[in-house]
């Protein structure tokens, strides 16, 4: 067995190669966002674009689009997914931090998304709340955030808190057998999940070769978040939980945010 174990800043370097086995299929979010770029004027940003996965149909239905992320091993799968699709002349990478919005080509941007918990990986309030105002900074005038989150309830926690778990098992075309097997340590004082995650490759010679990584996201509740944005310069903030724009509630698995800025804080820097 290969346990590669050695620490790393970028905790999706070792990761990235079978990062898109779960997430690929996963289209509810993007039909959601298809749906608010509909008529928008002007770019859009997305804040932690991880692989591509948004940025690609995006593209693909006429937009221009402008990735960030802080991880260049996942900024690479980008550029050979939007390569492959021959999608260049729409998409734009960038390598940099969610906090920096700023640094950002193309603006300003008709719609800023952080996407699928992306908001999370930054791991302090201070981090957080720094980069809603940069993203308001590089907003159009009527320009709207989007902010797709894990509505953290209770039951949530305690479920991510309840030790080990599979969480899922791929079978490659080589008919190697991926398995991903997750760990949750949950601080409700620092609001922080903890997460450690290995995952199993297995040849069909039964060589067995192991990847892992650890990283830290925090999660916000909806009044925090709501006061977060109002600092941060926005208005009109509506909260809903599903990708069907149902409201948010006890029962809700996601919480999703959308914002525009006031005109008071559009175009201040």
């Not at 955030?145 to 490659?172: F, K, R």
Request: proline share 5%; with cysteine.
């Amino acid at each position: 067995m290969n346990d590669d174990a050695a620490p790393t800043v970028d905790p999706y370097q070792r990761i990235a190669d079978v990062y898109d086995l779960e997430h690929d299929e996963f289209r509810d979010d993007i039909d959601l966002l298809l749906q608010f770029a509909e008529g928008v004027e002007g770019p859009i940003l997305e804040l932690g674009c991880g692989s591509g996965r948004i940025l690609a149909p995006m593209a693909e239905a006429g937009l221009t689009v402008v990735g960030m992320d802080t991880s260049e091993a996942m900024l690479a799968r980008a550029r050979t997914r939007i390569a492959s699709a021959n999608l260049g002349g729409r998409v734009t990478l960038v390598a940099g931090d969610m906090t920096d919005a700023t640094i950002a080509p193309g603006g300003p941007f008709s719609l800023v998304v952080f996407s699928l918990n992306a908001l999370m990986h930054l791991d302090t309030p201070v981090r957080q709340l720094e980069a809603l105002r940069n993203a308001r900074r590089v907003l159009a005038s009527h320009g709207q955030l989007i902010i797709d989150l894990v509505n953290p309830t209770p039951d949530y926690l305690v479920s991510l808190a309840a030790g080990p778990a599979l969480e899922g098992s791929w079978v490659l075309d080589d008919d190697s057998i991926v398995d991903k097997l997750t760990t949750r340590t949950i601080s409700a004082c620092d609001q922080t999940i903890g997460a450690t995650i290995w995952y199993d490759i297995v040849a069909p010679d039964g060589q067995l070769v192991r990847l892992r990584t650890h990283f830290e996201l925090r999660y916000l509740h909806r009044n925090e978040l709501t006061l977060m944005l109002t600092d941060a310069g926005y208005g009109d903030i509506r909260v809903y939980g599903s990708y069907e724009m149902n409201p948010l509630d006890d029962a809700s698995d996601r919480m999703v945010v959308t914002a525009r800025p006031t005109q008071r804080e559009v175009g201040v820097l």
